[in-house]
């Protein structure tokens, strides 16, 4: 059946109000999400989804391809704003591949994500779960402590089980990336983010 002009003035409508319903979400605090992880050099929530126009460039650019897009389970607003997923890869601002120029900051058009220096980016913490860590069951296991690019943020005690300093910790994923564990042993909040004040 061929559509009718008000058929057509129907469905244009109805998508100007989801793109209203959207963008009042995207600015709406109650809304934020409180736990997804950013890339380093993210501004602050309510300005990162004025600023960021999904356009997906940061994960193109990304070299280990940690940063993802987020989905309907990080909620509305967040949708294709992206994330880090440390389990698909490692963020390398720390050291690394990004250490002297974070590209993802370097290439975002719009200013959601900015560079800064490598020693003031922190984008989460890594959660330690000692029930299904290798070396805290008995076996031999050091990766993570090996692995970790922040000097002091993983300690190994005498008995080669390793001791996590959140302070010290940056929150770029490398022992959550590294951990044989299944499940892993470890996992990465946004919890002690550190946001960019926005320009704008």
């Known amino acids: 059946m061929k559509p009718t002009r008000r058929d057509f003035f129907k469905f244009f409508a109805g998508g100007a109000t989801l793109l209203t319903i959207f963008k009042i979400l995207s600015v709406n605090p109650i809304n ?15 300005d990162f989804n004025l600023l960021c126009i999904r356009c997906g460039i940061c ?19 967040e949708i294709n704003t ?18 002297e120029e974070m590209l993802c900051s370097k290439h975002c058009p719009t200013g959601a994500l900015q560079l800064v220096d490598k020693d003031e980016a922190k ?17 031999e296991c050091v990766i993570c402590g090996e692995m970790c690019p922040v000097p002091g943020a993983i300690e190994t005690t005498e008995g080669l089980k390793p001791i996590f300093d959140n302070e010290k910790c940056v929150g770029c994923g490398t022992c959550v990336y590294s951990c044989p564990s299944i499940p892993k042993a470890l996992s990465l909040s946004s919890k002690g983010s550190r946001r960019v004040k926005s320009l704008r």
């Open 32 to 46: 934020a999400i409180k736990d997804i992880i950013r890339p380093p050099g993210a501004v602050e929530d309510h």
């Open 59 to 77: 994960l193109e650019v990304c070299p280990t391809k940690c940063i993802i897009f987020a989905g309907l389970n990080d909620g509305i607003a």
């Open 82 to 99: 992206p994330k880090i997923d440390a389990e698909k890869g490692p963020c390398e601002f720390y050291r690394g591949r990004c250490k």
């Open 123 to 139: 984008m989460g913490t890594v959660d330690f779960y000692p029930d299904y860590c290798l070396a805290y069951l008995g076996k």
